[in-house]
């Protein structure tokens, strides 16, 4: 099959891709390389698929991997109402992973305007594409951000979604709102992914695990919200790609063409646990800086993953332990340490 992955660049987008293309699948990256973080981390994932930077750095350019035959990368904008409806066209793309978005709870609240472009122009530029090339599946992400204010854990996709606390989460929201109606009026499959803390190698600087390890290698204090009293569902990447991986595989139920699922490790750990976690493998004890709740968080998280494994024969298998020390392991690689 063929698949359009947008945020190719990205943590999981570069995951997924590197799952697919080993799978045999033809694969067209799209990302736009934006400098929301270390722009240097998102090129290396690409020459990590064999695109590399001279190449990437070009709007609208084509380009065929030099290590995967079947992947091709282009960088792009996925609100451009103009160039992206002819990538879809020439492409001829079977399935649609739409990974692409503006990331950050707390940074939304500092650029808002950033996440309506990409989150909701772009979502929608999206689904026009999808609807108007007869794109069999669209798979994208929402997030547990979502969830916002419930309490009621663990996190049930059955659970009322009306008290959004940040507008990324806001924007995730009209994401599965906008999918319902273009499933709805076309008559085409949607697949929403609410994405519960993900770690791993190659993973985003701005998330817990990359900000914890890199200021304890460098004797800095940590920031630790809401006093230590926070809990998440943190999922291994593996579990996400491999996840992700299963659902494009398989072909959605025509009679039920909206569908949303949690996608998580089925448990919730403290977070002073995996503080603990992080310092017993770098053998470093953190200096902590304890503060309070910050905006836009929310105090716990829990995946309900139960209709992910019925559907789907979802199956997260890796530990904090062992997901930790993979990290690690990235990490001091990574940055030569």
Known sequence: MKILITGAAGFIGYHLSLNLIKEGHEVLGIDNINDYYDVNLKYARLAELGIFKEEASIFNLTTTSSLYEKFKFIRA????????????????????????AQAGVRYSIEEPESYIDSNIVGFLNILECCRNNNIKHLVYASSSSVYGTNTKIPFSTNDKVDTPVSLYAATKKSNELMAYTYSHLYNFPTTGLRFFTVYGPWGRPDMAMFLFTKAILNNQPIQVFNNGNMERDFTYISDITNGITQILKKEPIRADLYKIYNIGNNNSVRLVDFISIIEKNLGIKAKKNMLPMQPGDIEKTWANVENLIKDYNYTPNITIKKGVSSFISWYKKYYKI
């Open 77 to 100: 904008n996925i609100e451009d109402r103009k160039e992206l409806p002819k990538i879809f066209k020439k492409e001829k793309f079977d399935y649609v992973c739409n990974l692409a």
